[in-house]
């Protein structure tokens, strides 16, 4: 494979987890110090050389790991928690496991309820994780 391959590989993955993470060209630039121009740049694989300082960059703001965007297989399923995410776990992993099931019912309720109203189902995303 090609440097302008794997260069176009890695732009399509910074692209994928950009868009998985709600944010646009601007937002990302902003968190990495790049220039909106230059974000697109390596987004579309038009970069001579990819720098791992900035490809760091791009992990830490997108919250995936380095070798994701890489395309190198992970022991994990690809995706690093975000902050909040991080805090709710950590309060999970504390309660006692009645308090558990009663946590994941209510993420259950809230699911279903979601999908009344968005006409998504739940369902979709668990086949695609």
Known sequence: MSKDEINKLIGVRLKSARKDRGLTLLELSQKIGLSEGNV????AGNIANVSIAVLLKFASALYVPPEQLLGWKSGTDGKVLAPDEESLLSK???LDDRRQYAVQ?????????QERETGELYEEHIKEA
């Open 40 to 43: 697109q740049r390596y987004e």
């Open 92 to 94: 999970y992993r504390r």
């Open 105 to 113: 019912g209510y993420t259950d309720s809230k699911l279903e309820e």
